[in-house]
């Protein structure tokens, strides 16, 4: 992205200049979706807000239509072992993508639909030029973390956590 390049090249010119110490390293962590239990309800007065705000409103029939898209999910609890791992390792620099899988959205109304069935139903997208979903490369994701949640268990364990809260009925 553009604030990374700017990012970069800050530091850089500052390595260049001396202002910043020879062992400072940029890492980006770039997560898609992140969706999970929340640290801080108080500061929301208990309603999700953010991404898992957005997400509540789907599951409440917020998404009527299923775009011809894909979407991905990282687990909360996913995404910040990535953000300690880049931080406590000596070797990690640069860029790593935060997420499991694109799925289309036509599998995910199914996935949402499965594990909260009380939901409205998702108008699937019909048309024959669906969109196959972008593919990541992860293996650098991996080299930083290994493993993480399933895309079932990213939305499983949100929609339960929602539930949990009072979010959902």
């Known amino acids: 992205t553009t604030q990374e390049k700017m990012v ?31 640290l801080n309800r108080s500061s929301t007065g208990g309603v999700p807000s953010g991404t898992m705000g957005t997400f509540v409103s789907w599951l409440k029939g917020g998404k009527p ?9 990282i687990h909360v609890e996913d995404c910040a072992t990535m953000h300690v791992a880049a931080f406590e390792s000596p070797v ?3 860029r790593y993508m ?6 289309h959205w036509n599998d995910i109304a199914v996935l949402l639909k499965n594990y909260y069935p009380e ?23 991996k080299s930083l973390v290994g493993t993480v949640k399933s895309t079932k268990e990213v939305l499983s364990e949100s929609i339960d956590y929602l539930k949990s809260i009072g979010a959902l009925g």
Request: hydrophobic share 35%; glycine share 6%.
């Open 119 to 141: 939901m409205k139903e998702i108008k699937l997208y019909e048309g024959e030029d669906k969109t196959r979903p972008t593919q990541f490369n992860l293996q650098k994701m």
């Open 8 to 38: 970069q090249d800050f530091v850089r010119d500052s390595l260049d200049k001396g202002v910043l110490s020879r062992d400072f390293k940029y890492v980006a962590i770039c997560p898609t979706m992140v969706i999970g239990p929340m």
């Open 65 to 73: 239509e299923a775009p011809n898209d894909s979407m991905s999910f």
């Open 92 to 94: 990690a620099e640069g």
């Open 98 to 103: 935060s997420l499991v899988e694109s799925l």
